[in-house]
């Protein structure tokens, strides 16, 4: 990995010599990159192309999202909930959730990121599963649906899908959410169960479900995704 300054701030790249015929650039985290290159590409050339590309490289390096380190995650927020996490080093996995006192131990035998990454996820996507299933129950009694399967994935531009069968698909990662807009997804996928389409009939009837149907909306459109966190 070597370093240097664009624009006034550090960043370390790294250089991968293979089978191709042009240099690439490719962003990794907010200060870091790759540069691939033909096998016999002399340094001069590579440090040629970053210069030429150190504006682009400056400008779109901001949009790239920091990679996460699991271990450093101080709390997770759950449905508005702050839950303090706390890890530990010790032999066998595992993830226990006290929700009296709003903690998460995560108990881990890897200190690998890609570990602790799996292992939190492991036990929250359960959890997720059981909280949407509880919530979907009272809807369910409140305002008289009936459904299907109820399953959660890890689709990361939906939120949740509704079947031609009545199954109901869900992001698990929505329990990140406030409540009010969790909510609103489960209410909008359950409408669905009734309105196939989004005609103003489905939209007259999701506002009866939720008043704040429209900035709800809104908001899962602008922010969403800015809450998932694997
Ligand atoms: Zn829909």
Not at 123 to 151: M, W
Request: net charge positive.
């Amino acid at each position: 990995m070597a370093t240097i300054y664009l624009g006034q701030k550090k960043y370390s790249y790294s250089i991968i010599r293979k089978p191709i015929s042009s240099l690439r650039l490719r962003l990794k985290t907010p200060r870091s990159f790759i540069v691939s290159c033909p096998r016999l590409t002399p340094e001069f050339v590579i440090n040629r192309f970053i210069k030429k590309n150190q504006n682009w490289i400056v400008i779109h390096s901001q949009k790239v999202p920091a990679k996460k380190i699991y271990k450093n995650l101080k709390n997770l927020v759950i449905l508005g909930e702050e839950y303090q996490l706390q890890f530990v080093k010790t032999q066998r996995d595992s993830v226990i959730v006290s929700v009296l006192d709003k903690k998460i131990y995560v108990n881990i035998s890897k200190d690998s990121n890609k570990h602790i990454k799996l292992v939190l996820e492991k036990k929250l996507r359960p959890l997720a599963l059981k909280i949407i299933k509880q919530e979907l129950e009272l809807f369910a009694k409140k305002y008289g649906f009936s459904y299907g399967n109820v399953v959660v994935r890890n689709q990361s531009s939906r939120f949740g899908s509704c079947s031609s069968r009545g199954n109901l698909n869900f992001n698990w990662q929505i329990i990140f959410f406030p409540l009010d807009k969790f909510r609103h997804i489960l209410l909008h996928e359950l409408n669905h169960l009734k309105i196939k389409n989004h005609s103003s009939v489905f939209w007259n009837q999701l506002v009866i479900y939720d008043p704040n149907c429209k900035p709800n909306n809104l908001w899962l459109k602008k922010e969403g995704t800015k809450y998932f966190l694997f």
